[in-house]
């Protein structure tokens, strides 16, 4: 696809949801396309690799978040992987402070090649395990907003997201047509961490058939020092 073509169906789409994108912002859009076919060919970043469909359901499904979120605050990505939803919503607002954390240190050197390549100076990358992270102080209670996208059932990703929260702060749950399932498994888990679901919207992704659920979650209370758990026991024995 060309760039111009590119730019011009993703400006369409954008606008449907309510979000404008500068000139700029789409030709950004269009360099983080073809960095992620060129890399895909070396590394598994991703199995969606067409262009529409890397448009719709990596770019448009990433952008989803954004009225869910406040321009200029700290957010963390966690697994973010190829960069999913944290680069879409970095160059959506240059000016969030945008963390992108995974465990694999060769999905970071991908990360870290887009944020050169495309001139994301408020996109920073982190090497780590999300139970590593959440326990240190440079990182636990830092963010405005922590985010993730298919990384986990909804009471494990609980456990990794919360903990990276300021109180009063925010986590934005990217979920499936099965989110109200995982709510539901998640009572336990918002009880002991110290959430509160505020929002919740299902809804069916542009131009597709498929069903998503968003949940925005309320930090009341101070994590309990306890969580997160030791990597690995949040997948093994869910709260």
Request: aromatic share 8%; glycine share 8%; with cysteine.
């Amino acid at each position: 696809m060309d760039e111009t073509k590119f730019c011009q169906e993703l400006q369409e789409k954008t606008s449907q949801m309510g979000l404008t994108l500068t000139q700029k912002q789409l030709q950004q859009f269009y360099g983080y396309l073809n960095l992620l076919i060129e890399w895909n060919q070396k590394m598994n970043l991703t199995a969606i690799t067409e262009p529409e469909e890397v448009m719709v359901k990596h770019f448009i499904d990433s952008l989803t978040i954004c009225s869910y979120l406040e321009n200029g605050k700290k957010v963390i990505d966690v697994g973010t992987g190829a960069g999913f939803p944290g680069i879409p919503y970095a160059i959506f607002d240059p000016t969030a402070e945008v963390l992108l954390a995974d465990s694999l240190q060769k999905r970071t050197i991908f990360l870290a090649e887009v944020k050169k390549e495309l001139g994301l100076e408020n996109v920073h990358i982190v090497h780590g395990r999300a139970e590593d992270l959440g326990k240190d102080a440079n990182y636990r209670e830092q963010y405005d907003f922590a985010v993730s996208r298919a990384v986990a059932p909804l009471p494990i990703l609980l456990e990794y997201l919360i903990p990276f929260v300021k109180v009063n702060g925010f986590c934005v749950c990217m979920k499936g047509s099965n989110g109200k399932a995982e709510l539901e498994q998640s009572k336990n888990a918002l009880t002991v961490l110290g959430g509160k679901v505020e929002e919740e919207k299902e809804f069916v992704l542009l131009g597709t058939d498929m069903g998503r659920t968003i949940f925005k979650i309320r930090k009341e209370k101070p994590t309990p020092k306890d969580y997160p758990r030791k990597a690995g026991v949040p997948t093994k024995q869910p709260l």
